[in-house]
Nanobody
């Protein structure tokens, strides 16, 4: 399984970014997908999850109402639309794949398929 995440960069507070994660080497339609983020010295934080069919979705409390996860099954790609970005959103963002939605949302220690990470910096 290969997950290639991209789309990170520098953005001002209040701005938007869209992350993408392209997958290969897996039966795409059987996998739930998710996004996590991590700041050096802190624990990895759950950001968003989406089931193989596109629903349900779930979000971490700190991003609810600002971030939206989606997937394009024809392109084997998952997206994270991030709006109203805050300096606290600065982190390396990782995409992940798992055979069950619950693994993404509640058992991330069992995830074995991770992207390489893309850095998002929110700063003026």
């Amino acid at each position: 399984v290969q997950l290639q995440a991209f789309g990170g960069g520098l953005v001002q507070p209040g701005g938007s970014l869209r992350l993408s994660c392209a997958a290969s080497g897996l039966t795409w339609r059987r996998y739930a997908m998710g996004w996590f983020r991590q700041v050096p010295g802190k624990e990895r934080e759950f950001v968003a999850a989406i089931n193989w069919s596109g629903a349900p979705t779930s979000y971490g409390d700190s991003v609810k109402g600002r971030f939206t996860i989606g997937r394009d099954n024809a392109k084997s790609t998952v997206y994270l639309q991030m709006n109203s970005l805050e300096p606290e959103d600065t982190a390396v963002y990782y995409c992940a794949a798992a055979e069950t939605y619950n693994t993404i949302t509640h058992r991330s220690s069992r995830i074995s398929s991770w992207g390489q990470g893309t850095l998002v910096t929110v700063s003026s």
